[in-house]
């Protein structure tokens, strides 16, 4: 072989998308909401209230924290089946430790602590035992559950004061009310959205969900932030536990029973990859809008046998993602 | 050996032994199987009764893992496919008459490949992420079932419909024989053809099995109807080994131990590598798990804890960074367990 | 240099993967401001040497000592906090986020704990500017080809302040400017007193750049030597193992004679080809029995023709005919019933089906030709993924190995089995030659030769110009995604008129 | 949205607007249909509204408390005149009743009452009680074998662990029998009210004890199921062992005529007539009584015989 002297210019390459291929998931999913908030509008009288719009959020905050969580874990291409078990432990453990005369503010922080560590937990086996997350989270589901019947079968009522006042505390914006629920679930997003966007660990999450094998040779700590998004998905359950506990005034094992599925297809319909690697957590709270809109759109319809309900939640989801995958298809 | 103990079904099978050996300290009896009226009757072929549709509802969910994706939509077509079948046979003027429950069953099991067509379709062709397009049918499917049944339990009262579920054939049990056939047709066709080695390759790397040639699309909607129509089948003896169809509780949750069994049995849920004898293995050591239950009588308010207990265990022994940990202290790891 | 102390010492390193003894035994020192040169064949134990330094693999024997403390890394995220900074053969980044990320995560500028985005890019900018590439930071890392991710890869661990900076295969599917450029940044380290582990299987340019090399075979070390005293065929003798007078075997294979070629109609022909935002239209023709190559810059456009021509991407205009008769690709699998076939540069994500085994993989393209209700009988299957595992030199020779577990170069010799095997009438070969040692290389050229004198028409791209000028009958030159001009390979041709026609955009 | 829009249109002077044209309009929210009973139910209430001339929101909350709320929240921004709903849990109802009843809209509840200490969060509750209902079959069990010399081996279904039906009936039962030592409950497990479920556990139950005097199902259809195992392991129901059962649907009905069942108790689903005829009094603003009790009875072989054929569901 010849030793080639000549010096080359250097490629230029042009850029090729104008617009960041990666943000139409979420503009699509975007715009596709504001067209079925208008398709209500259109077709029921009352609808148009901006105080629905708002109880979407009353009603979802609880589910919007623990896909929040959810969201870390699906991004590092993992997932957790134990949320929805762990929300209804959590009111359980609540309701029971404030039934037993605990004080409001050491029941938080217990609440919140548990919930975290049966995310660490399942992140510990999942890391260190090579555990499928599936498996390893669908027993941390039945150990929650079971924990739940451990503790009480029936459901425990909540009449301590600092939690029925958190619970029927209105924050009035105008003619309109937000719950403190609401609140704190804006502002478990804000930091969420934060994390993921501007700090080392959350681009970790990415890159490990992009591909763990690169992640481990980039000299990343791919088992810290394995171990740790679990954490995270424990504890915003635990959060979701006790934000649930205030919607409910109550604790009970068959609370939240679903949920995992619920807050798995917010995540997803919000356009992240059950892959791992790609999605933003404003995908999420879109995901979880649409859940809410469309059940709200069902109520309102309000002339549906149970079984029409089921068919025209699955339609509307149905027609919601089709419409989604077709505004962002990509050509081969 | 130690090769034995290796070998990828060990720990299951093991932990299914375990199950077993039990139970017969609960029930002495447990392990007798005899030979009553011509037919087989005991607890293991209890089990083997009981486990035939989870088996078969796991088989199918196998092939669709395989590809890299699942199907939540199996619960629901296990309900519509028994609610279509008993609808059609309450209509028949005789419904011992076998022509007319056959072409019921042969209805049911066409709208369930046309469900699993449905899937596939979603999955395969218009690309949305398989665990959103099955919880389309997931949730709309049950509505379908309930639809077909109007909410209420049908009834039916077929000889021939019952014997899906309740007969014999040669002394043994009409379901456990159609559900090994269906294993090992699946296991025929998946090995015998190329069917398994391409399903596990657009498993294991969609873009480079497209850049071989490979049409995956077809193969995934395959996978996806086949899921179905195991479902559908399954379906069937839930609802033949009541003579009813029940809209709404026929296949509840059955996706999830479907899916545990499938993993349970060595197959990763990300694709690619599948094995049908550990489906097998891990839907009986389900289903053993369930009957322990109820013979050992664990108080219901514990049971999810002991389920648990036993997953987690599983999992743990199972895993092989455990066992080396666990290796490490004890060189000799040969423990009879 | 020898009166300094090394800074990495390996000693007595053995490693067993299961069935395969990797390393055994191997000793390895590295000198502060040195190149030092990692030599062997394909599946010698290179890479793994080099995944056990930096922690990825624990190695079951021997001792590392660095900077005189010995050392056990439990992963390369302690041997980069410990100063070992690694470029891994296969490219190990993360695809769905951005190049700038990838340059820098792990170490991104931060302020309170926020990543400063800004900071970051111009940062990634710099260090890619170092290698002359420029190409915007922000863009998805899986977007650009192969070549722009080594340089990725690369600019990644030279913003390391390391002691050691290791390199395994960087050069694989690098052009000859690119390389110069990275050569000169090693000169740099290496005189701030960095030693520098270098893997490569161009001998040239371990002779241009490295001081010292140690040669392994089979998993065990042959020797130490400086580049001076160690002539090339005595290192390749080393290498192989064989007597200087078996080296003739790997001579490379002889330029090609133009004149032999009968040109009738093309088997495969572009015609105003191409597809916006990747490739301008181009029109190609290529025959029976001859070989073209496509010679460009990285980012010119080949691997889009070749892409093109094999359907996995879909034009958007002009028209391809096979045998003169127009088609239209609906897919690979189209193309492939018309008798084309498509070795993919990047045979990690494009290629191999890592979990399948090696004869799984082999048979994959011929299994899905035939649908998969006909499989290729057992017999057959073996007796083919024999034959080629023989004629490729495969190793190790166990067709029921996962091909995970085969070394980089003997991977990529599967994926051309896979294709061989299909008996195609047009084989694509984008970059066949990338991370395969010389004897199997020429082995490959030969082959090449071989298969287009029997009649099969080739369509050859190589970053290497030098190879595909003596493969080629014709070459087609690219610049900036655009088909500049072609030029026969007659005598006149040599390789200063190739690389002046993609300077000046063909205008010679 | 295809069928909908139109109907959807319909509603549109309905709702909202129900006062001015004196239509009452009621958001109901069901807890799901999970049952042939619920079905009933729910199919009870549809039809007498319409027959009394109530606008009906109908809403399925698949079982989920959250969605009972959801649903009850959506009713109040609906401005309905009055609210009824069947509470899956007793707790937990405080805050959105509280809403309710600061929009001034009535509530009414059905099927199972809450635990709120405050009374006024709703006017009136309608609907069985399941403690009674399980003492009802209980205190026929301590009749039936009150010649029985030896112990009385007992197995027991449940309902679905921790439904309020499965948690009161067990206790009712209980109640009326644990203080009897020659009644023995031998195992008892859940049977999550399905016949399929019923069946599974009663084979367990009949494999692990070879003696069962009696069987307690906590609804017909597990009953039903567990009459199938007792048949495939050649004993006859009814006569080897006893079947009490809680709800009496038609099939159960049907298997009590049959001789294979031996008591039900009656849970009614059909209270829709009742809650009409409240919701009308409520929104006239006339007082009604805290607790209205449905009609019902409990049914042996012989009433059976006679009730079967005008059975509606
Ligand atoms: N994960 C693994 N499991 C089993 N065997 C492996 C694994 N990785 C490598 N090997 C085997 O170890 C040997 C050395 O491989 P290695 O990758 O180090 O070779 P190399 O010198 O880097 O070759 P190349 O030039 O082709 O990259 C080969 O025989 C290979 O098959
Ligand atoms: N700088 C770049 N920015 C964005 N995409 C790029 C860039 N360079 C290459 N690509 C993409 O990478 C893939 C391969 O590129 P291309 O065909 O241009 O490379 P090539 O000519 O084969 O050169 P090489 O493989 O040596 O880089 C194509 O999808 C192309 O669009
Ligand atoms: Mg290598
Ligand atoms: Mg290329």
Known sequence: MTKVETRLPAPTVPRRFPLRQKYLPVTATAVLISLMYGLGVINYPGFSDTQIVLNIFIDNAFLLVVAVGMTFVILTGGIDLSVGAVVALTTMVVALLLENGWP???????????????GLGMGLMIHYFEVQPFIATLAGMFLARGLCYAISTTSIGIDDPFWVRVANAQLWVGGWFITISVLVALVVVLIAAYVLAYTTFGRDVYAVGGNPQSAMLMGLRVGRTRIAVYTISGLCSGLGGVLLSFYMLSGYGLHASGMELDAIAAVVIGGTLLTGGSGYL??????????????????????????????????????????????TRRRR | MSNLVRHRLFWPVAMLLLLLVGNLAFTPGFFAIELRDGHLFGALIDILRQGAPLMLVALGMTLVIATGGIDLSVGAVVAISGALACQQISQLGDQGAVGGVLVAVALALLLCAGLGLWNGFLVGVVGIQPIIATLILMIAGRGVAQLITGGQIINVNSPPYKAIATGFLLAVPVPVIIAAALVAVVALVTRRSAFGMLLESVGGNAGASRLAGIRSRQLIIIAYVACAVCAGVAGLMVSSTVSSADGNNAGLLIELDAILAVVIGGTSLLGGRFSIAGTVVGALLIKTLDTTIYTIGIPPEVTLLFKAVVVVVLCLVQAPAFRARFARRRPTAEVSA | MSEREPVLVMRGIGKRFPGVVALDGVDLRLFPGEVHALMGENGAGKSTLIKVLTGAYHHDQGDITLGGEPVAFAGPHQAQQAGISTVYQEINLCPNLSVAENVLIGRAPTRFGRIRWSAMRRRAEELLARLQLSIDVGS????????????????????????????????????????DQLFRVMRGLKDDGIAILFVTHFLDQVYEIADRMTVLRNGRRVGEYRTAELSQLDLVAAMIGKELAALEDIEEAPRREVAALERGTPVVSADGVGRAGAIAPFSLGIHKGEVVGLAGLLGSGRTEIARLLFGADRSDQGQIAVDGTPVTFRGPQSAMRHGIAYCPENRRTDGLVEELTVRENIVLALQAARGWARPVPRGRQDELVGRFVKALDIRPADPELPVRNLSGGNQQKVLLARWLITEPRLMILDEPTRGIDVGAKAEIQRLVVELSDGGMAVLFISAELEEVLRLSHKVAVLRDRRLVTELENTDGLDLDRVMAAIASGGAT | ACGGQER?????????????????????????????????????IQESAEAAGIKLQFSDAQQKQENQIKAIRSFISQKVDIIAFSPVVESGWDTVLKEAKDAGIPVILTDRAVDSPDKTLYKTFIGSDFVVEGQKAGEWVKQEFASASGPVNMVELQGNTGAAPAIDRKEGFASVIGSDPKFKMLASQPGDFTRVKGKEVMEAFLRANPDIDLLYAHNDDMGLGAIEAIEAAGKKPGTDIKIVTVDAVKDGMQALADGKINFIVECSPLLGPQLMDLAKKVVAGETVPERVLTEETTFTQEQAKSALPDRKY
Not at chain 1, 104 to 110: E, F, G, N, R, W
Not at chain 3, 151 to 171: H, Q
Not at chain 4, 27 to 37: H, L, R
């Open chain 4, 8 to 44: 959807g249109g319909g509603s549109g002077t309905g709702s909202g607007a129900g006062k001015d044209d004196g239509q009452i309009v009621m958001g109901f929210s069901q807890v799901g249909a999970e049952s042939g009973w619920r079905t009933a139910n729910t199919k009870s």
């Open chain 1, 282 to 327: 404003l995908g999420t709270v879109l995901g979880v809008l649409v859940l809410g809109l469309i059940q709200t759109i069902i109520t309102f319809q309000g002339d549906l046998s149970s079984w029409w309900t089921k068919i025209f939640i699955g339609l509307f989801l149905f027609v919601f993602i089709v419409l989604q995958r077709a505004v």
């Open chain 3, 140 to 179: 998805d890392l899986g977007a650009h080809s192969i070549a722009v991710q080594q340089l990725v890869a690369i600019a990644r661990a030279l913003d390391v302040d390391a002691k050691v900076l290791v390199l395994d295969e960087p050069t694989s599917s690098l052009d000859a400017s690119e390389v």
């Open chain 1, 104 to 118: 409001a503010a050491v029941v938080l922080p217990v609440a919140l602590l548990m919930g975290a560590t049966i």
